[in-house]
């Protein structure tokens, strides 16, 4: 079992940027996939992007793509979403999501640990 803390939302300005942390517990935190997902006002939870538990392959929704990246430090039990160039349709607030050994899924159903979340607000 995994307990997943994400961290580094805030208030940010149209074009700006924000780095989100996922801070996870337990010993196999290697053996994840990684996952962010968003929910906006009124809106369903959305997949952001995912990252395989080898950090060798990452996959986004079309609407991030080339905007975010996402990293892993496993030795840190720690996922990253780098978001750049942010839009104010990105405000949501934020969760990370973790499945154990799996391929990675766009749907929610697909991993079985989730964070409380993070609210990230972009101001036009």
């Known amino acids: 079992q995994v307990q997943l803390v994400e961290s580094g939302g805030g208030l940010v300005q149209a074009g700006g940027s924000l780095r989100l942390s996922c801070a996870a517990s337990?010993?196999?935190?290697?053996?994840?996939?990684m996952a962010w997902f968003r929910q906006g006002p009124g809106k369903e939870r959305e997949f952001v992007g995912a990252?395989?538990?080898?950090?060798?392959?990452?996959y986004f929704a079309d609407s991030v793509k080339g905007r975010f990246t996402i990293s892993r430090d496993n030795a840190k039990n720690t996922v990253y979403l780098q978001m750049n160039s942010l839009k104010p349709e990105d405000t949501a607030v934020y969760h990370c999501?973790?499945?154990?050994?799996?391929?990675?899924?766009?749907?929610?159903?697909?991993?079985?640990?989730w964070g409380q979340g993070t609210q990230v607000t972009v101001s036009s």
């Open positions: 999501a973790a499945n154990y050994y799996s391929g990675a899924t766009m749907t929610p159903s697909g991993y079985a640990y």
């Open positions: 337990g010993r196999t935190f290697s053996r994840y996939t």
């Open positions: 990252i395989s538990w080898s950090g060798g392959n990452t």
